[in-house]
């Protein structure tokens, strides 16, 4: 999956850390797309010499490596004419840095075991570059907020509101009938094969949304709900919660057209995984259609 970086660390704990010349600086558009460019088909990110930024504040290490975000570029106050200072002639245009959106870098780059500690850390950036984006101003007066001295938060100088980062918690799971599991696709966004998915209500267990999300979704009862596996999923701004159990009862399929376009009974030796080991999703039919679950 793609927190799977060992022997590579990503150290998410806050640190008032000045930046130096040499750290990592991401730079999102308004879009939210970040501002990489690809030597010899990897991610390499921008560092803080390359880029004229003036507010910044610091996300995490990766390793050794200390990443910041540009807050100006949350005010559009950077674009692509970085690329001005970086590239001044054909012969370097290798140099030039490009906006990728997320789903681009996931898609471009997963085919490297290499790779990817920069794409969790582009997504883990990206959770963070959402909420501060969305953190801007204050909920409860309307006055500009700031990032905090001591902690992850955003807070208000006028009227004292403290914010801190959102996680959405969301549940996938695999609901399995003998020898069969229970694939679908969504009616739009991404195209291949997927597990029941949802999120969690307000005063709802993560069991509670497991048995009402299959049920909605394809009609299915279920029972024997057990946890598997979380992941984090930046993209989203989640945080997975897998779980595995059974069809209660003979399991016919009650479709919702409006979330899927396919959900159907897939014996294990049929089932097809995603095009990348990325997600939390591919692993669990991964581990069914291998016959570990």
């Given amino acids: 999956m793609i927190q799977d970086i060992y022997p590579s660390k990503l150290d998410n704990s806050y640190k008032n850390f000045e930046m130096r010349d040499k750290d990592v600086l991401l730079v999102f558009d308004e879009k939210g797309r970040i501002l990489i460019r690809e030597k010899d088909g990897k991610i390499e990110f921008p560092v803080a010499s390359e880029i004229e930024c003036g507010e910044n504040v610091y996300l995490f290490l990766v390793d050794d490596r ?46 490297e075991e290499s790779t990817k500690k920069y794409l969790f850390a582009a997504f883990t950036a990206y959770h963070l570059w959402k909420w501060y984006s969305d953190s801007r101003f204050c909920g409860k007066c309307g006055s500009r ?37 229970l694939i679908t696709r969504y009616r739009s966004g991404y195209k291949h094969n997927a597990l029941v998915a949802g999120f969690t ?32 999923w930046g993209m ?58």
């Fill in 66 to 111: 200390r990443f910041f975000l540009a807050m100006d570029s949350i005010d559009g106050k950077i674009d692509n004419s970085v690329n001005d200072s970086i590239a001044t002639s054909e012969e370097n245009t290798d140099n030039y840095l490009k906006h990728y959106s997320i789903r681009e870098l996931r898609d471009h780059f997963s085919g």
């Fill in 145 to 181: 907020t700031k990032p905090g001295d001591t902690e992850r938060s955003m807070c208000c100088p006028v009227c004292g509101n403290v914010i801190y980062p959102r996680i959405n918690p969301a549940v996938i799971v695999g609901v399995t009938k003998g020898d069969s599991l």
């Fill in 236 to 293: 989203a701004q989640d945080v997975l919660v897998g779980f595995f159990c059974e069809a209660d009862g003979d399991g016919t399929i009650h479709m919702d057209e409006n979330e899927l376009k396919y959900a159907e009974w897939v014996r294990r030796e049929d089932i097809v995984l995603q095009p990348n080991n990325l997600s939390l999703t591919n692993e669990m039919m991964r581990v069914f259609k291998e016959g570990e679950e």
């Fill in 201 to 232: 209500e307000i005063g709802e267990t993560l069991e509670g949304t497991v048995a009402r999300e299959v049920m909605e979704e394809t009609g299915v009862r279920v029972k024997n709900i057990r946890y598997y596996k979380s992941q984090p």
